[in-house]
């Protein structure tokens, strides 16, 4: 398993944020890129269609001048999302403006496009497709996706019902390219954890909702630090994919997050089951499960640098088991 060199040379840990719906802008994308893990948005974050150029703008030109200023250690690509479903008629325009800043990571979803992808291609950069199932993910590999990235059982917003260990074993039973895990990963060992699975990235959202420049309200980055994973429920309710939200969001919302209706999923919304005042991402907030490790609000550098520490010590303990299993402590009683 190897990575195409956008993905592997410039990263400080195999880490891609999450493109997180309302939250994710260029504050928080420029601060994870600097921090050396790759930074993401969805391109509908910038409203109206001007304003994704001027993103784009910033984000480019903030990069650039950050490597030339730190040679030692340049900036991560970043990456924008692209919601290919039918009902976004935006896409082409969004399209159209990666194509002029040739954005270097293309991360599409619900649903695989060969245009899109040959038009990311097109310009040099790579397209990752996210996935909740083996099948979805041979549809998007066959229209010319070059990554996966399974949302497992426990990623915040949509999300698979299985388990990270089903997803990953079976895609690395055909599949040899790019892979970043989803799903409930908020630390270090997590990170490495996915790799052992055999991941090459892990892909991290919730955890950087709780950061000081992500585009969050503060009641949603207290609740990520006040809560944990039995405070997640999954339902299709809200947009007509199954996805993963704050429990008590929802009760602020008048719901009962135990008795919640289906939603028809042929018809995607964002009005949250007919309370017209509480909207999906707005009011009724996406999270993961693994928001447990989450005690404080960062900066979004800290967090990095909060999860390369937890990182190196979990290769060090895996080191030392690895040494224990192999009878190293045997041998060392017998000096």
């Not at 400080?12 to 260029?26: D, K, M, N, T």
């Not at 999954?234 to 429990?247: A, E, P």
Request: hydrophobic share 45%.
């Amino acid at each position: 398993m190897s990575l195409p060199p956008v993905l592997r040379d410039r990263l400080r840990l195999p880490v891609i944020a999450s493109p997180l719906f309302i939250v994710s802008g260029p504050d928080l994308v420029i601060a994870q890129c600097k921090a050396g893990v790759v930074g993401s948005f969805p391109s509908l974050n910038a409203r109206p269609l001007s304003q994704l150029d001027e993103w784009l703008a910033r984000i480019t030109e903030e990069l650039a001048a950050w490597d030339r200023a730190h040679p030692e250690t340049p900036a991560a690509p970043f990456a924008v999302n692209q919601i290919v479903h039918k009902t976004n008629n935006r896409l082409d325009d969004d399209v159209a403006l990666c194509a002029k800043y040739k954005v270097p990571v293309v991360i599409t979803s619900l649903g695989a496009r060969e245009d899109v992808n040959a038009a990311v291609h097109g310009w040099g950069g790579i397209v990752l497709h996210d996935v909740i199932s083996n099948a979805f993910a041979h549809k998007a590999v066959d229209k010319g996706a070059d990554g996966l990235i399974p949302v497992a059982a426990g990623a915040g917003g949509h999300a698979s019902r299985l388990s990270p260990f089903a997803m990953i074993q079976e895609l690395r039973e055909w599949f040899d390219g790019p892979i970043a895990l989803s799903g409930a990963i908020a630390n270090g060992g997590a990170i490495l954890a996915a790799q052992a699975m055999g991941a090459d990235l892990a892909y991290i959202g919730s955890a950087f909702i709780a950061t000081r420049e992500a585009n969050a309200v503060q009641g949603y980055k207290d609740m990520i630090v006040e809560r944990g994973g039995e405070d997640i429920v999954y339902t299709n309710l809200f947009t007509g994919v199954l996805g993963n939200y704050l429990r008590p969001s929802i009760e602020n919302a008048g719901l009962d997050p135990d008795n919640l209706p289906q939603s028809d999923p042929s018809k995607m919304n964002f009005n949250s089951g007919g309370n017209q005042e509480a909207k999906a991402w707005r009011d009724i907030w996406g999270c993961g499960q693994g928001i447990g490790a989450v005690k404080s609000i960062p900066t979004a550098g800290e967090l990095v640098a909060r999860l390369a520490s937890e990182y190196e010590a979990a290769k060090a303990a895996l080191a030392v088991k690895t040494a224990f299993t192999a009878g190293a402590p045997l041998a060392l009683a017998a000096e």
